[in-house]
C-alpha cells in the first residue's frame, strides 16, 4: 500500500472516509506526514478538507473562535488575538507556524502541544461535527476520537490575567522542556480568586495542575505566598523521558519554572 | 500506484508533472522537476534544510504534499540569482563566509528572504528569529546571521 | 581577525602571503546557488531503495530468518542477508593491519548492538521497502547484555564479540596500550599531595544535517559508480573491495562534497551493502539513513573513562601522573582501537613531568559502535586533564594559568613518549590568553618563552 491523499470540500465526506483502517486527518502536515516519512507503515491514506470555513477567525464579545485549520502564524500576527500570540509564537520555527494548525496541535503528544497548554488554561471548547466539548474531556479523549475537529473557542483573557512560558534549550527556539500556560484572577489587593493551570511534557498530553490551582486561592504572588502552589505543582504528573530532558529532570524544574511565571 | 497531476510555477516557470499521490514536495521538486536546491535532512520539519517559498510564506517542503501545492507560486534557493547576478543574499552569504558544508545554505536563504521581503531593516533578534527554523551545523550562525544583516544594508544602500 | 606576530618574531622568516588575507572558498557559489551536487541530488531512473531490517535486542543469537513474506510484497526487488555477501565479516582498520576482522556487513548468527543490520530491502519505492522490511521475521534468542566498561572487564561478563575471546582490544602490548616513563611511584612518594579523580563522558552523535548515504550506479563496462558522502574516500573504496571481493577497478567513487561530516562519516557501512544490491539487481540503488537512523544508527563519539592520579609539589611543579583510559568501542572496533591508542600518545598533555604511567584500554560492550568524531581519543582526555588541572592548582592554592605555565612543555624537554619536544607554542599561547581574557599571571611568566632557554 502506498499513501494516498483524499480531498474533501466538506468535514461531513471526510469524516466518513476518516472511519477507513488507516486512515489519518491531515491539517498541515507536521504531525501526520512527519509520521509517514518515518516510516509509520500504519499511516495509508491521507484525509484533507478543504472547506475554507475551517480557516476563518470571527472574533466577537469577547471570545473567539478559531477554525481548525488556523495556522500557529495566523494567530500569531491577528490584531485582536495578542493575548493568544505568546503561545502562537511558541511553536516550532516560521515554516513550521504558517504550516501547523489548531486541530493539529489538540493532537500533538508531549513534546509538541505548546498551544493546546494554553489552551488547557483557557477552558476552550472542542467542536466537532457531532458536538461541542470541554478541553479536558476531549483531550482524555482523543486517542479514541475518530471526529473532525472543527473549530476551538476560547474566551480571550485580558492581558494581565494571562500568563504562557515555554522552556527550552535551544534558543530561541527549541522543543519544549515544559510549558506553562496560568489563568488567573485576582481581586484589587492582588490575592488570587481563582486559578487555572496548564502544564506542558508533564504527561503524554497537557494536564491540569489542581493541587497547585487551589493552593494559590487567596494567595498573593510573592515568594512566601506561591511556595505551597510550587510545592504541590508536581502532584499527579508522570513526565515524559525524551532527547530534550528526562522526566526526572523535568520534574525537579517544574517548581522552578513556575514561580517564575507566577513572580512576573 | 495511483499517479496524480501537479501543477505549480517554480521560480516563475511552469511546471506540470504526475506524481504518486502522497508524494512530498520536496521529493517532487528534486526526483521529478530536478531542483535539487531544497535539501531532506530530517523529513521531520525539524532541521529546514528543505524550506521553500509557497505563495510568499515559507514552508517546509518535506512536510508539504505536492499535489496541495496545485497553481501555487514556489520559490528556491536555485531561482534566486537573475541573469546569473547573485542575489543580495546569495552575495552576502559569500562575503561573510556564512556557508561550510553548504547543506543548510539554500534553506537558510530561503527564511532569510521571507524576513527581508517584509522587513526591510531587521533588528539581529529578527534576523535570529526568522532562522530558528533552520540547523546548522558546522558556522555556529554567526556568520549567518552578520551575512543576512549585511544583505539588508547592502539593500537599503541600493535602494538610497 | 588579528595577527600577532611578536611571537616567535626573531625565529620566524615573515614572508607570509596568504595567512591572514581574506580569500573567498571555492566552494561557496555552488552552495549559495543550491548548484552543488550532494550525494542524494543524484537521481537514476529505476532507483531501488534500500531499507535495513535492524535488531531491536542489544545482544541476541539469531535462530533463523523468514524473509519470504517480504520478498513477496508489491515492488520488492531483491533481499539481502548475510549469505550474499561475499567477504561479510570485515574491519575497517585492516588496511593498516589492525585486526581481527570482528564485525558484519549484515549480522550472521548474532546481534551484538541494538540497531545491527540483519536483512536488507531493496525495492521500488521507500514505501515498498519500508513495508517489506516489516514483513521479515527474525527469530531471535535474547543474551545477557553488558552496556558498562568496567563491568564488560570483569571476569565472568558477556562475551561481546567472539572475533575477539575478550571484551578488550589485544594490542601487542597486551590488554592496553602502555607508556612507562621515569618511576611513578617515585614520584608519588616524593610528592606533596595526591589528587586522584575519575572523568567519565557519554557518546556524543554528530548530527550531521545531511545524514550519511549513497547512490550506486551500475556502468555498462561492468563497473559501478558510487556516489557517497564518506569522509574517507579510499579507505572506503578498499574495504568495499574486499567486502564485495571485487578488484577496485571496478568501482569508481565519487565524492568530497559533504553535507557535515565531523568525523562522523568515516566508517564504511552505506556503499558496500548498496553496491552488493546494485550488482545483483543490476539497478541504481540508494541507501540513505533517516534521520532517525542517523541519530541512533551511525557511530557516535566513544563513550569514555579517565582515571587521572597525580602528584603534585607545594611549589607547583607535577613530579608523578598515572593515568588510565577506558574507551567504548561499543560491540565493534571500527577506529576505537586507534583512538585509545591516541589517549595513550596524547597524556599526559602538554606538560613535563618527570615520571608518567599510562595505560589506555579499548573497550567492547553491547552499545552501539563508536568510531572518529574530531579529535577522538583526545578531546576527552583534554577535558579531564585540564579539569584536573584546575583541581591540582586550588588544592595547592595557585592561580591555575601561573600553575600551567609552571609545568608547560617547552622545546628541548624529554616527553614521556621519549620524544623531546619541538616547536611548542603553550608558553606564547597562555601569555596571549592572559591578556585577551585580562587573567593577569607574574611577570616572570610573561617574560617565559617556549624556545628561548633561561627565560
Redesign the interface.
Known amino acids: 500500500?502506498?499513501?494516498a491523499l483524499q480531498t474533501y470540500s466538506s468535514v461531513k465526506d471526510a469524516n466518513a472516509a476518516l472511519q477507513a483502517a488507516g486512515a489519518r486527518y491531515i491539517g498541515g502536515g507536521t504531525l501526520v506526514v512527519r509520521a509517514a516519512?518515518?516510516?509509520d507503515?500504519s499511516v495509508s491514506s491521507l484525509v484533507r478538507v478543504t472547506d475554507p470555513g475551517l480557516s476563518r477567525i470571527a472574533v466577537s464579545g469577547g471570545k473567539v473562535r478559531l477554525g481548525a485549520s488556523v495556522t500557529m502564524a495566523a494567530i500569531a500576527r491577528h490584531p485582536e488575538l495578542a493575548a493568544l500570540a505568546p503561545a502562537a509564537r511558541a511553536v516550532g520555527g516560521p515554516a513550521i507556524r504558517n504550516m501547523a494548525t489548531v486541530g493539529g496541535n489538540l493532537f500533538a503528544p508531549s513534546p509538541y502541544g505548546d498551544f493546546a497548554v494554553a489552551l488547557l488554561a483557557l477552558d476552550a471548547t472542542i467542536v466537532t461535527e457531532e458536538g461541542e466539548l470541554p478541553i479536558e474531556t476531549f483531550l482524555a479523549g482523543r486517542d479514541t476520537s475518530r471526529a473532525i475537529v472543527t473549530a476551538v473557542e476560547v474566551a480571550l483573557p485580558e492581558a494581565e490575567s494571562f500568563r504562557f512560558l515555554k522552556v527550552s534549550r535551544v534558543k530561541p527556539k527549541g522543543v519544549s522542556v515544559l510549558s506553562i500556560a496560568a489563568l488567573l484572577r485576582r481581586r484589587e489587593d492582588g490575592t488570587v480568586t481563582a486559578a487555572r493551570i496548564a502544564l506542558g511534557c508533564m504527561a503524554d498530553r497537557p494536564i491540569r495542575a489542581l493541587a497547585a490551582e487551589k493552593a494559590l486561592l487567596g494567595c498573593k504572588l510573592t515568594v512566601q505566598e506561591i511556595a505551597p502552589a510550587l510545592m504541590t505543582s508536581s502532584e499527579g504528573i508522570a513526565p515524559i523521558t525524551d532527547?530534550i530532558a528526562s522526566a526526572w529532570y523535568r520534574a525537579e524544574v517544574l517548581p522552578v519554572h513556575l514561580g517564575r511565571l507566577l513572580l512576573v | 500506484?495511483a499517479k496524480v497531476p501537479v501543477q505549480f510555477t517554480l521560480n516563475g516557470s511552469e511546471k506540470a508533472e504526475f506524481v504518486?499521490s502522497g508524494t512530498t514536495l520536496l521529493n517532487a521538486l528534486?526526483?521529478k522537476i530536478?531542483?535539487?536546491?531544497?535539501?531532506?535532512?530530517?523529513?521531520?520539519g525539524?532541521?529546514g534544510?528543505c524550506s521553500v517559498i509557497i505563495d510568499g510564506e515559507l514552508r517546509l517542503s518535506c512536510l508539504t504534499l505536492a499535489e496541495t501545492c496545485g497553481g501555487a507560486d514556489i520559490r528556491?534557493?536555485?531561482g534566486?540569482?537573475e541573469g546569473g547576478v547573485?542575489h543580495p543574499?546569495?552575495r552576502a552569504?559569500?562575503d561573510a563566509?556564512a556557508?561550510q558544508?553548504?547543506?543548510?545554505?539554500?534553506g537558510m536563504?530561503m527564511a532569510a528572504k521571507v524576513l527581508l521581503d517584509r522587513t526591510p531593516n531587521p533588528s539581529r533578534e529578527d534576523v535570529v528569529e526568522a532562522l530558528s527554523g533552520n540547523?546548522?551545523?558546522?558556522t555556529g550562525y554567526e556568520p549567518i546571521i552578520q551575512a543576512v544583516l549585511l544583505a539588508a544594508r547592502a539593500n537599503s544602500q541600493n535602494a538610497a | 581577525m588579528e595577527l600577532r606576530k611578536d611571537y616567535f618574531a626573531d625565529v620566524r622568516k615573515d614572508g607570509l602571503h596568504e595567512i591572514g588575507q581574506?580569500r573567498?572558498?571555492l566552494?561557496?557559489?555552488?552552495?549559495?546557488?543550491?548548484?552543488?551536487?550532494?550525494f542524494?541530488?543524484r537521481?537514476f531512473p529505476g532507483m531501488l531503495h534500500l531499507?535495513m531490517v535492524r535488531s531491536p535486542h542489544h545482544h541476541a543469537r539469531i535462530r533463523s530468518i523468514d524473509a519470504s513474506e517480504a520478498e513477496k510484497h508489491p515492488g520488492v526487488v531483491r533481499v539481502l542477508t548475510a549469505k550474499d555477501v561475499p567477504h561479510n565479516v570485515y574491519t575497517i582498520l585492516i588496511l593498516i593491519q589492525i585486526g581481527p576482522e570482528d564485525e558484519t556487513v549484515l549480522a550472521d548468527g548474532k546481534v551484538r548492538w541494538k540497531g545491527e543490520a540483519v536483512v536488507a530491502v531493496l525495492a521500488e519505492?521507500e514505501?515498498?521497502a519500508?513495508?517489506a522490511a516489516?514483513k521479515v521475521k527474525v527469530d531471535y534468542e535474547v543474551l545477557p547484555a553488558v552496556f558498562d566498561m568496567e563491568e564488560a572487564l570483569k571476569p565472568g561478563a558477556p562475551l561481546v564479540n567472539e572475533y575477539h575471546g575478550q571484551n578488550y582490544y589485544l594490542y601487542d602490548s597486551g590488554e592496553c596500550r602502555k607508556v612507562r616513563f621515569g618511576d611513578v611511584e617515585a614520584g608519588f612518594a616524593q610528592a606533596d599531595h595526591i589528587l586522584e579523580q575519575s572523568y567519565q563522558s557519554s557518546p556524543i552523535e554528530?548530527?550531521?544535517?545531511?545524514?550519511t548515504g549513497c547512490v550506486v550506479a551500475p556502468e555498462g563496462n561492468d563497473r559501478f559508480t558510487c556516489y557517497t558522502n564518506t569522509q574517507a574516500m579510499f579507505f572506503t573504496l578498499d574495504n568495499t573491495s574486499i567486502i564485495l571481493q571485487m578488484p577496485g577497478s571496478k568501482l569508481h567513487f565519487v565524492g568530497g562534497t559533504?553535507?557535515?561530516?565531523?568525523g562522523g562519516k568515516v566508517d564504511v557501512i552505506v556503499e558496500p551493502i548498496a553496491i552488493l544490491g546494485a550488482k545483483l539487481t543490476g539497478r541504481p540503488v540508494c541507501f540513505i539513513y533517516?534521520?532517525?537512523e542517523e541519530?541512533q544508527i551511525s557511530s557516535p563519539r566513544a563513550a569514555e573513562k579517565v582515571v587521572i592520579k597525580d602528584g603534585v609539589m607545594k611549589d607547583g611543579r607535577i613530579v608523578a601522573r598515572k593515568v588510565t583510559g577506558y574507551t567504548d568501542a561499543g560491540a565493534y572496533s571500527r577506529h576505537s582501537p586507534y583512538g585509545a591508542q591516541k589517549g595513550a600518545a596524547h597524556y599526559p598533555g602538554p606538560y613535563t613531568i618527570p615520571n608518567v604511567w599510562i595505560d589506555t584500554y579499548c573497550v567492547y560492550t553491547n552499545r552501539t559502535p563508536s568510531s572518529a568524531m574530531r579529535g577522538f581519543g583526545v578531546t576527552i582526555g583534554d577535558f579531564a586533564l585540564e579539569v584536573q588541572m584546575d583541581k591540582l592548582a586550588r588544592l595547592i592554592g595557585m592561580d591555575p594559568l601561573e600553575f600551567r605555565f609552571i609545568n608547560a612543555y617547552r622545546d628541548g624537554d624529554m616527553k614521556a613518549h621519549r620524544q623531546p619536544t619541538e616547536g611548542a607554542a603553550l608558553i606564547e599561547c597562555m601569555q596571549e590568553a592572559s591578556r585577551a581574557a585580562n587573567w593577569p599571571v607574574a611577570e616572570k611568566y610573561m617574560a617565559m618563552s617556549s624556545y628561548r632557554k633561561g627565560v
Open positions: 500500500m502506498s499513501l516519512n518515518e516510516g507503515i532527547p | 500506484m504518486e528534486r526526483d530536478g531542483d535539487t536546491s531544497p535539501k531532506g535532512g530530517c523529513h521531520q525539524t532541521c534544510a528556491t534557493t536555485a534566486l540569482a547573485l543574499l546569495q552569504f559569500l563566509f556557508t558544508c553548504g547543506f543548510c545554505t539554500p536563504i540547523i546548522c551545523r558546522c | 581574506p573567498p572558498r566552494d561557496s557559489p555552488g552552495h549559495v546557488t543550491g548548484k552543488t551536487a550532494y542524494a541530488d537521481n531499507k519505492t514505501r515498498a519500508q513495508e516489516a554528530h548530527a550531521p544535517t545531511e545524514t559533504v553535507g557535515g561530516g565531523f533517516s534521520r532517525e541519530m
